[in-house]
């Protein structure tokens, strides 16, 4: 009997040793064993670094990195690139880095970089903005000769352009030298990461998840289930909303611009008044009240930067009517505008990524309609793929414009006649030259002032609208709550995200 007693008080001993280790263990598991998950309007759709604007895709997912990188403080770093030296005109040296691998633990030597830059040079045109296409040579095992088609005085900052990733072709895909690689993905819908462990520590980093959430509302309510650590870019309505209800909401200054493209090349829009009047007849102060933030542009860049324009962009909706009527575009018996038949009909894109130009195409069907102008709306998931067709009449945009601290790369890649990104169709020989005298010197007082002088140009020329330099919204989970936020979210995922 006392054998059987003492066999049960050790089993029952035994039972509560391994409960309360069961509990302990249970203890042990903590919000920081899971992976961090991202919720925003995007995940890239395929793994290809010189198509369009995918490789920007891969830096913000945290895969890729290019050559130079803008850090916190707005410098320009790089990983890869020791010394910068300029030789004469056209030609540069570039020192490289010893020890710099790829995720698949080769090293990022003279001859990859070279392969990367002149691959990206050839295959992607958007590259080819601020200097044409520049031409990379190895010399020894860590020296590599860069040479311009057209001058540039800041090497760093256009190797800092997005398109200018590393990367290089492996048996089974692509491999690039970001914090992160790819574990799985589904195209456009989620995407989950693991560290890239020849990264400088990655033992401190776990796994990130990355969703598409389009809808607000959905993005909204996931975050506050729990499901997200993140949610970046939600609405000011929502980050008013969450903020009530004491959670971490962080605005930050997009570094972005929101303007209206216009098709100068074909349709009504080819007409500069009909243009002008628009410009005239829209309350730029209708959106920021919309979008409870940000403020009206005065020219292509967020107003932090010294290059920003200083346009003072005019509302006067009684001119805005006036110069209507006086081209002939008179209200018919429906309170339209109507010439020789013909109803003045606007055709807006917009696009679904970038959740604030709904908005603001909302409000402008309402301004459009106060002037007796018929609209018709389009949202599009590839905006850039419609613009290509030449069918609309006005795209509302959203762009870093600096994403590298200099205002040369976008001013080439928009307003230089044939530019590869220039939508509008717009050439003024006066803006390429000025642009072609920016090349030549170096960043200081000169080219700040030919930014702006180029920014009062196009505002007289109005190949586009200015409207908004916005700000942001960023909801983050009390495991996030130190994340920071920097260069709009060209660098959501990086190497700091786990810190």
Known sequence: MKKTIKYLLCSLLLLVFFVACGEKKEEKISTEDKPIVIGQTFVVGAIEPTVGGTPWSLTTHGLSETVFSVDKEGNLVSRYVEDVEKTDKLNWVLKLKKG???SDGTEVD???????MNTVMEENPLSNATAGKVKFEKVDDYTVNVTLERETQNLKSLLTEWTNIIFKKGDNGYIFTGPYIVKTLEPEVSLTLEPNQYYENAEKRGEVIIKAISDMASLKLAY??????MAFGITPEIADELKNAGKIVQTIDAGYQYFGVFNTASGLMSDKTVREAISLGLDREDYIKALKGGRVANGLFAQ???????VKVEYNLDKANSILEENGWKLNKDGLREKDGKVLTVNILTYNSRPDLKIIMQVMLSQLNKMGIETKTAIVDNIDV????????LILYAQHTAPTGDPAYFLNQFFRTEGSKNMMTYSSKEVDDLLDKMGTISYGDESIKISKEIQEIIYKDLPVLYLVDPE???ALSERLKDYKPYGGDYYIVNSELYK
């Open 100 to 102: 710099v691998k790829f």
């Open 110 to 116: 003279a001859e990859a970089l070279v392969w990367a």
């Open 224 to 229: 506050e289930s729990g499901e997200l650590d």
């Open 304 to 310: 932090y930067f010294p290059f920003a324009g200083d």
């Open 386 to 393: 419609e613009a290509k067709k030449k069918e609309f009449d």
């Open 472 to 474: 942001w919204n960023v």
